[in-house]
């Protein structure tokens, strides 16, 4: 992808997150650094990949580099024009994009990838969503994955302690480590301080 349209893709983003950062939950794409500590369990030659909100597709292009030539990735984005943009830009036939939530991937997907994904990737900003759906998106990875298969997550450090909505006008704390154990029995987490902000990638084994 060209320097242009990387700056593309990055204005694009920053502008969804001023009109509705509730959704992107943040106002940049995700640093090089946080991106190779999502797909490290991305299996090479991967063949059925799901990813949960695929943005302008900065970590899209990094999941396909790593599949099969004969894969397909299926990026569900609740937002039509990051959507759309990040089709363009990314411009890969593996790629099958989904306008949807993430909560109802596994009626939104061919039913031959229920159960047999081999991985299950997600950038959705769990903090700012009702608690009902972020338990809605765990299950929906567990009944995407395969046995064995892994879900990986990311959420950013300063949650913990201090958090805004604008959507809601509202500062709160959200700890994702606890919410990710009580679903995830087989869990491990790594933190990534280069990104702005600092994060926590989670990597959960489905059982």
Same mark, same amino acid.
């Given at each position: ?8 893709? &990055? *204005?694009r ?11 992107? !939950?943040?106002? @940049?794409? %995700? $640093? ?14 991967a063949?059925?990949v ?51 939530? &993430? *909560?109802?991937?596994?009626?939104l997907v ?6 047999? !994904?081999?991985? @299950?990737? %997600? $950038?959705?900003?769990?903090?700012l ?29 300063h949650?913990?302690?201090f ?22 029995p ?22």
């Amino acid at each position: 992808m060209s320097v242009r349209e990387r700056a593309s893709g &990055a *204005v694009r983003f920053f502008k969804r997150g001023f009109e509705d950062f509730d959704t992107t !939950a943040s106002f @940049v794409p %995700s $640093s090089r650094w946080l991106v190779e500590a999502m797909i490290a369990h991305v299996p090479l030659g991967a063949e059925c990949v799901v990813e949960f909100g695929s943005g302008t597709g900065t970590l899209t292009r990094e999941i396909l580099a790593r599949m099969s030539p004969h894969g397909k990735l299926y990026a569900v984005e609740l937002d039509s024009s990051l959507l759309e943009g990040s089709v363009r830009s990314v411009n890969d036939p593996r790629m099958i994009p989904i306008f949807g939530s &993430a *909560v109802d991937t596994a009626q939104l997907v061919p039913p031959e990838v229920v159960g047999n !994904a081999q991985a @299950v990737v %997600s $950038s959705l900003g769990l903090s700012l969503m009702p608690e009902e759906i972020r338990v809605g998106i765990m299950q929906a990875a567990r009944d995407l994955l395969a046995p064995g298969a892994y879900f990986t997550q990311y959420a950013y450090l300063h949650a913990r302690w201090f958090a805004y909505s604008p959507a809601r006008k509202q500062w709160f704390r959200w700890n994702a480590m606890p919410f990710m154990r009580a679903h995830w029995p087989r869990l491990a987490h790594t933190m990534v301080w280069p990104n702005v902000p600092p994060a926590l990638v989670f990597s959960a084994r489905n059982a």
